[in-house]
């Protein structure tokens, strides 16, 4: 398997599968999680899960990941993060990441993403990866930029239920010794 669990001080990266589906109902139903994510209905239901899960688990090689942020201390799961649209020839993809509200602002994320983005550099070979954030993300933007990612200047719209939602592209770059 390519995709691997990764390990943080406090936080297993686990790879994504089927007995998730009631960790991705709580998380992906949350009004706070949803707050931003303007791409897809709330999830609700066993299918909808299923069929999130199934994307991720789509056999190998494949274009996305997700790995559910696991506490260490006590197992709880506490939100997710990975890539999608993955180009394996020009070394570009997308990252996405979520938290549950109790454990926001608590460092968490920081740590999975500086797994994350270390093991797309060195596994995946990735060249750049694009965040996509709403405006108003407050807390994505300034993740993002702690890890590097820079204003491309592209924005563009994301039209959910009928309504205009923009979004700004952010870009990191990786070190050159790829």
């Given at each position: 398997?390519?995709?691997?669990?990764?390990?943080?001080?406090?936080?297993?990266?686990?790879?994504?599968?089927?007995?998730?589906?009631?960790?991705?109902?709580?998380?992906?139903?949350?009004?706070?999680?949803?707050r931003?994510?303007?791409d897809a209905?709330?999830i609700?239901?066993?299918?909808?899960?299923?069929e999130?899960?199934?994307?991720y688990?789509?056999?190998?090689?494949?274009?996305?990941?997700?790995?559910?942020?696991?506490?260490?201390?006590?197992?709880?799961?506490?939100?997710?993060?990975?890539?999608?649209?993955?180009?394996?020839?020009?070394?570009?993809?997308?990252?996405?990441?979520?938290?549950?509200?109790?454990?926001?602002?608590?460092g968490?994320?920081?740590?999975?993403?500086?797994?994350?983005?270390?093991?797309?550099?060195?596994?995946?070979?990735?060249?750049?990866?694009?965040?996509?954030?709403?405006?108003?993300?407050?807390?994505?933007?300034?993740?993002a930029?702690?890890?590097?990612?820079?204003?491309?200047?592209?924005?563009?719209?994301?039209?959910?239920?009928?309504?205009?939602?923009?979004?700004?592209?952010?870009?990191?770059?990786?070190?050159?010794?790829?």
């Amino acid at each position: 398997m390519f995709f691997k669990s990764l390990e943080t001080e406090r936080l297993i990266l686990k790879n994504i599968d089927a007995g998730d589906a009631d960790f991705i109902i709580k998380q992906f139903s949350d009004d706070e999680v949803n707050r931003f994510l303007f791409d897809a209905e709330p999830i609700t239901t066993d299918e909808q899960a299923m069929e999130l899960i199934d994307f991720y688990l789509a056999p190998e090689p494949r274009n996305q990941h997700r790995w559910i942020l696991t506490l260490k201390d006590g197992g709880e799961r506490i939100g997710t993060c990975g890539f999608h649209c993955w180009n394996r020839e020009s070394g570009v993809c997308e990252i996405g990441y979520d938290l549950y509200p109790p454990y926001q602002k608590k460092g968490y994320m920081s740590e999975a993403l500086k797994a994350a983005l270390s093991f797309a550099e060195g596994e995946m070979k990735i060249k750049e990866i694009h965040a996509h954030i709403a405006e108003g993300n407050t807390a994505s933007f300034k993740i993002a930029e702690k890890f590097g990612f820079a204003d491309s200047g592209q924005t563009y719209m994301e039209i959910f239920r009928g309504k205009e939602y923009p979004h700004s592209i952010l870009i990191y770059k990786a070190p050159k010794n790829n």
